[in-house]
């Protein structure tokens, strides 16, 4: 999972896509990486749409919407400022 997790995003943006799917970004990072994968996101928000899946409460304070879902269902949809 190392190297191959680490080349994901970059990867993902070689093709200069409009839309971002990742599914979560931070899982067993450690806490540099994960703040290192948070500022490439908030850089590449910018222009780009990103469809984050996470259950990271601090990662998804930085989105601009959240979906919570609970047993397959939309149980909240909060626009964030």
């Known amino acids: 999972r190392g ?9 993902a943006l070689a093709g200069s896509p409009s839309v971002l799917l990742r599914g979560e970004p931070t899982s067993s990072r450690e806490p540099a990486a994960t703040q290192k994968i948070e500022g490439t996101l908030q850089e590449l928000r910018e222009g780009m749409t990103i469809v984050l899946v996470t259950h990271e409460h601090d990662i998804a304070a930085h989105a601009h919407r959240v979906i919570h879902i ?7 949809d909060e626009h964030m400022q």
């Open 3 to 11: 190297r191959a997790a680490r080349l994901g995003i970059p990867r």
């Open 70 to 76: 609970r047993d397959g269902k939309v149980d909240r």
